[in-house]
């Protein structure tokens, strides 16, 4: 497997793996998180455009996609019910999303993001019961609550070097 920024070859592959992670979250009791549309495509577009949009390839094909930079998210400023394990400077990662087809892709990209900063914040919602698994199975803590931009709550994971 390698990481690398996403093309517009890509495009298919993505939307169709976007597509399959919905459907899953929805089978898992987790359908509010991004309902049926979430991400719009010109979010997509706009990450890509901005080189923050990653595919991980394996054999060719784009096994997993996500939004990661290395940049302070202003989501993040504010944290409840606990508190960030360090305010170094840190990268985020927004909108992973694996297909089935190859076994630890997502964790694959964690693992790629946590090298390019050592520190990461990332968070997802409550229900997803999947996603917080796979975030503490990589090394990461819960941190408490933060807030999006519309009001709705998410829990808040971070991992650091050390």
């Given amino acids: 497997m390698r990481i690398r920024n996403a093309e517009a070859s890509d495009w298919e592959e993505i939307l169709e793996i976007y597509a399959g992670a919905r459907q899953f979250m929805a089978a898992h009791e987790n359908g ?8 719009p495509e010109e979010l997509l577009e706009e990450d890509m455009e901005a080189g923050k949009l990653y595919v991980c390839e394996d054999g060719g094909t784009v096994a ?4 990661f930079a290395a940049e302070e998210d ?9 508190a960030w394990l360090s305010d170094a ?3 985020v990662v927004h909108r992973i999303a694996s ?10 990209c964690l693992e ?4 390019q900063t050592g520190n990461i914040r990332i968070d997802t919602h409550e229900n997803n ?6 975030l503490k199975k990589n090394g990461f803590r819960y941190c408490g ?6 009001g709705e709550p998410r829990i808040a994971f971070q991992k650091v070097q050390g």
């Fill in 32 to 39: 509010g998180q991004w309902g049926t549309g979430y991400p």
């Fill in 64 to 67: 997993a996609v996500f939004y």
């Fill in 74 to 82: 202003p989501t993040y400023g504010v944290i409840k019910d606990g």
């Fill in 89 to 91: 400077p840190y990268g």
């Fill in 99 to 108: 297909g089935r087809a190859v076994k630890g892709a997502a964790s694959f």
């Fill in 112 to 115: 790629w993001a946590f090298g």
């Fill in 129 to 134: 019961i999947p996603m917080q698994n796979m």
């Fill in 145 to 150: 609550r933060i807030y999006l931009e519309n």
